[in-house]
């Protein structure tokens, strides 16, 4: 779990679970373990063992079991919900101001926190930023391949299927990640663009990436150490900008 069972909850279980024996059973825990009032995740894991092992006095281990496996179920549904509160605040930040940077990071994980959830701040804030990495990686990688679709289809104004199968390919030799039939939608909707001298829109995976380079020449560039570091996304700027 990456978030940090906090006592209030697990006595709480106990109470429930367990009725007033539960509750001994943790204030004794809680006292011989010298559990402080704001226990690292070691200490939760050590008291639950401790927890554990004299619930299965009292009620069997059957029962004990029982028991845990419910707030191990319940920690689960909790974890997957704080997970979706990141990706919901960092998709926000994303639409509303661009890429983040690592002081608008540690807002969303004030923000999150600020809504009664608990556990380790440094390990949410990683976990934004490999988020937050994620996007920068998908929307370079799309960028890459509509600029090579653009390039396919200045070369070949009427193509066959066996160009096509041959252009993904060439994609997939150049390590992009690569879907043939999404391929074949953007080749389309860029056809269709060209034969109709439409003005086609900057997508949102444009917008990213023509951010993220502008990143390298940008006094701010000092917020973004987390992605201007990264050797995956150098990597992959380096196949945008080799043309």
């Known amino acids: 779990m990456n978030m940090t069972r906090s006592l209030e909850k697990l006595r709480d279980h106990l109470e429930k679970n367990a009725g007033e024996t539960g509750v001994k059973i943790f204030q004794t825990s809680v006292a011989r373990l010298k559990i402080g009032a ?3 995740a ?3 894991k050590k008291l639950t063992k401790e927890i554990d092992k004299n619930l299965v006095l009292f009620f069997g281990s059957t029962k004990t ?4 496996d419910r707030l191990e179920e319940e920690d689960c549904k909790t974890q997957a919900h704080f997970e979706s509160e990141l990706e919901q605040a960092l998709e926000f930040k994303f639409m509303k101001k661009g890429i983040p940077g690592e002081s608008d990071i540690e807002e969303i994980t ?3 926190f600020s809504k009664g959830y608990y556990g380790d701040k440094n390990n949410s804030i990683e976990i934004l930023k490999q988020l937050s990495k994620k996007k920068v990686l998908l929307a370079l ?4 391949i509509r600029g090579d679709i ?3 289809l200045d070369r070949y104004r009427s193509y066959t299927q066996e160009d096509i199968e041959k252009f993904v390919d060439y994609l997939r030799s150049k390590k992009l990640e690569v879907d043939s039939e999404n391929v074949l939608d953007l080749i389309e909707k860029e056809r269709l663009c060209l ?3 439409d003005t086609r829109e900057e997508t949102w995976q444009e917008k990213i990436s023509r951010e993220y380079i502008s990143l390298f020449n940008s006094p701010k560039s000092c917020d973004y150490k987390y992605l201007m570091n990264d050797e995956e996304l150098t990597c992959q700027l380096l196949k945008k900008i080799s043309k």
Do not use: G
């Open 195 to 197: 034969k109709f001298e």
């Open 42 to 44: 070691d200490q939760i």
């Open 110 to 112: 004030t923000y999150i």
């Open 38 to 40: 704001n226990p690292s």
């Open 150 to 152: 653009r390039r396919f």
């Open 65 to 68: 079991k029982e028991i845990l």
């Open 141 to 144: 990688n799309d960028s890459i």
